[in-house]
């Protein structure tokens, strides 16, 4: 059961990533909160089913969005010339 439900979370997650047309205007921010939700469902459906699955896509969406803000943040900074 673990198995089958971590297959059907990454390929949802491959379908996604492979069909999304707008991936290209997304900024860091949400590139980092979809490939952490994917991430996080994966590892937490191997570890630990159905419930891990789920809080393992939350705790990976939020930690995935928070970087690629602080990755926007950064390109923000080094576009205007300030380190």
Known sequence: ?????????????????????????????????????????????AAGGTAGAVLGGVGGGVGGGLIGNEMDKDDRRDRRGRY
């Open 1 to 45: 059961m673990r198995t089958s439900i971590s297959k059907l979370i990454l390929t949802c997650s491959l379908v996604v990533f492979c069909s999304c047309s707008t991936w290209n205007k997304l900024d860091k921010t949400e590139r980092g909160a979809v490939i952490g939700t994917g991430a996080g469902a994966v590892v937490g459906g």
